[in-house]
T-cell receptor, first 112, second 113 residues
Framework: DQQVKQNSPSLSVQEGRISILNCDYTNSMFDYFLWYKKYPAEGPTFLISISSIKDKNEDGRFTVFLNKSAKHLSLHIVPSQPGDSAVYFCAASHFGNEKLTFGTGTRLTIIP | SQTIHQWPATLVQPVGSPLSLECTVEGTSNPNLYWYRQAAGRGLQLLFYSVGIGQISSEVPQNLSASRPQDRQFILSSKKLLLSDSGFYLC????????????FGPGTRLTVT
């Protein structure tokens, strides 16, 4: 049972434009959500997170939006840069859970 | 600051051979520790996690095992490797119940031939 889903395996965006990566979840107990960025042959790097008490969190070029009623979150990258080309994973957890549940990832390619 | 180390970076092993991958964390105490595997073109699969010395939870039944002999040391082992054990193995740590964020090591690329 895939509780966290990233339905787009890949996405290509022109440099300077906005990249929007989407993630859906099914477990209503999830109350904390995270985005990770992963380059090939490296470990994932934590990017940004959001608690379910918020609907938006911003950090520089990265903004995460949470729609609890739709069980949907998205990561916006503005403006997109060539170094943003990587695989992006969303993850979720809930209070008292030591584990993260990861999506299957979206490969983002920024076209110069 | 906290750092996480994994070794070796790459490993090529024949089928049926043993395996030992090591992970250590510096700059924190009593972390939660995790082993993940990423198969080619796939997502991150949680294999084991530990909330303390000697405490191991297994997520996926398989021929791998994990041990935590010291507070900041996490070891992934196998007595006999299978071809299906090939993949990219990642160790991660978190601050336990204080925060949800996990921080990953550089990974080990294991190829079983």
């Amino acid at each position: 049972d895939q509780q966290v889903k990233q339905n787009s395996p890949s996405l290509s965006v022109q440099e300077g434009r906005i990249s929007i990566l989407n993630c859906d979840y099914t477990n209503s107990m999830f109350d904390y959500f995270l985005w990770y960025k992963k380059y090939p042959a490296e470990g994932p790097t934590f990017l940004i997170s959001i608690s379910s008490i918020k609907d938006k969190n911003e950090d520089g070029r990265f903004t995460v939006f949470l729609n609890k009623s739709a069980k949907h979150l998205s990561l916006h990258i503005v403006p997109s840069q060539p170094g943003d080309s990587a695989v992006y994973f969303c993850a979720a957890s809930h209070f008292g859970n030591e584990k993260l549940t990861f999506g299957t990832g979206t490969r983002l390619t920024i076209i110069p | 600051s906290q750092t996480i180390h994994q070794w070796p970076a790459t490993l090529v092993q024949p089928v049926g051979s043993p395996l030992s991958l090591e992970c250590t964390v510096e700059g924190t105490s009593n972390p939660n520790l995790y082993w993940y595997r990423q198969a080619a073109g796939r997502g991150l699969q949680l294999l084991f996690y530990s909330v303390g010395i000697g405490q191991i939870s297994s997520e996926v039944p398989q021929n791998l095992s994990a041990s935590r002999p010291q507070d900041r040391q996490f070891i992934l082992s196998s007595k006999k490797l299978l071809l299906s054990d090939s993949g990219f193995y990642l160790c991660a740590w978190s601050g336990g119940t204080v925060t949800y964020e996990q921080y990953f090591g550089p990974g080990t690329r294991l190829t079983v031939t």
